[in-house]
Structures are given as C-alpha cells and as structure tokens.
C-alpha cells in the first residue's frame, strides 16, 4: 500500500474556496490514477473527481462540476483538488486514494482504489 496524507481542510463560508492537496511518501509513485471522495455520517464515501496520473484527464461526480478542478504533479507525487463556491453539501471529510489499475469510467467505484489517506475535514457554513 502506498502511504497518502491529505492536508488543507478547514472552515470555510459557503461560496469560499478551499484546496486539498493529497502527497504520497513513496519515492516510486506510478498509480494509474488518484481520486478524491466525500464522506459524510452514517453515509458512504461517494466519488467527487478521479484523474489520470499518466494523461491527466480528470473526471467528476456531477455535483462538483464546473466548482471543483482535480489536478496532480507527477514529480512531487501530488494531486490537489480546487474547491470552489463552497456549498453546506459540500462538508465532510475527505479522502484521497490510488488506484493501480482501471480505466476513468470504471474509477467512481470505491474498490478500485488500493490505498486511502486519513482524511481532512472540510466545515461549509451557510
């Protein structure tokens, strides 16, 4: 497994904007791609953007789109997600994760992600 730490949650107002970066440890990082989810209570984690590592062609869940941009830097082993115009909807906890295999239309699924950071917990207040 690789080892993933997210950092740059926080407290926000709804329309703010807020960026996620997610870094991953290992010196040899070559995953097909790495995707960002959204964890509520009592609720699943639900898919919010994937990206390609190699193409970097981005994918997102509907409800982000045209708010949110998934971007990764290949050298520094990092993926970022640009939150922007912050909703209520949009609090929770959210995780980064890698994936070694599949293709960008399969990557919403959760099993197909082999390692998950801990988490960074974003507060949208309205």
């Known amino acids: 497994q690789v080892h993933l730490v997210e950092s740059g949650g926080g407290l926000v107002q709804a329309g703010d904007s807020l960026r996620l970066s997610c870094a991953a440890s290992e010196r040899t990082f070559n995953p097909s791609a790495m995707g960002w989810f959204h964890q509520t209570p009592g609720k699943e984690r639900e898919f919010v953007a994937v990206?390609?590592?190699?193409?970097?062609?981005?994918r997102y869940a509907d409800s982000v789109k045209g708010r949110f941009t998934i971007s990764r830097d290949n050298y520094q082993n990092t993926v970022q997600l640009q939150m922007n115009s912050l909703k209520s909807e949009d609090t929770g906890v959210y995780f980064c994760?890698?994936?070694?295999?599949?293709?960008?239309?399969?990557?919403?699924?959760?099993?197909?992600?082999?390692?998950w950071g801990q988490g960074t917990q974003v507060t949208v207040s309205s």
């Open positions: 994760a890698s994936a070694r295999a599949g293709y960008l239309t399969s990557l919403h699924r959760r099993e197909m992600y082999d390692s």
């Open positions: 990206i390609s590592w190699i193409s970097g062609v981005p």
